[in-house]
């Protein structure tokens, strides 16, 4: 279909870069002080799980050929694959974590004897910070553990509609990110 007609087309750019443009406005929108104190209360608390929805690899060739290949569950991609069906947590019990988290990617140094080994860990957060970021409505939870030879440095984001990122970096790993979201554990 072509277009002749000058006003017309310009209309139609105009039109299409302006809906373009105000989709790419921020999502984000100031919490209601309800929630804003509940988000306050679970980073005081520390006492939450965090189950994964996806896990964010750095993409490598031996992602890409295993996408290739159809191994990754439907909907995924090297970037990006979905956990639905897996089972996985984060748990923050006040300065103690527990994770048990699938990994994608490269491993550098591998010291698991033939069995295929995620991201596991439960012992102390090292290091542990905690930063408000008011602008745009979160809170990062920064800390170290050490689990026999591997070293993790993870952050994970907090938002105000429980929805969590968790990054870990390692001494053995590429980096990679998990998210999904948060429920309040009841002791």
């Known amino acids: 279909m072509r277009i ?27 919490l209601s002080p309800e929630e804003q104190a509940r988000l306050d209360r679970i980073v005081a608390d520390r006492n939450f ?12 060739a031996g992602l890409n050929a295993m996408a290739s290949a159809g191994l990754f569950p439907p909907g995924s991609s090297p970037s990006r694959i979905n956990l639905g069906e897996n089972s996985n947590y984060f748990k923050m019990k006040g300065d103690s974590v527990f994770i048990q988290l699938p990994y994608y990617g490269e491993r550098q ?12 860990y439960e012992g ?17 939870i920064g800390f170290s553990a050490k689990d026999r030879s591997e070293i993790f440095l993870c952050n994970l984001r907090l938002y105000g509609g429980k929805r969590a990122l968790l990054t870990v970096q390692s001494n053995q790993r590429n980096q ?5 979201n948060i429920t309040v554990d009841n002791d």
């Open 109 to 120: 140094v591998v010291k698991t004897y033939g069995r295929a080994e995620g991201i596991t």
């Open 49 to 60: 799980t965090m189950i994964a929805q996806w896990a964010e690899p750095t993409p490598d």
């Open 4 to 30: 002749s007609n000058r006003p017309t087309a310009l209309f139609l750019s105009c039109l299409f870069l302006l809906l373009t443009f105000s989709a790419c406005k921020s999502a984000e929108k100031p």
């Open 176 to 180: 990679i990110r998990y998210d999904g």
């Open 124 to 140: 102390l957060a090292k290091d542990l910070k905690v930063n408000r970021n008011t602008e745009h409505n979160y809170y990062d």
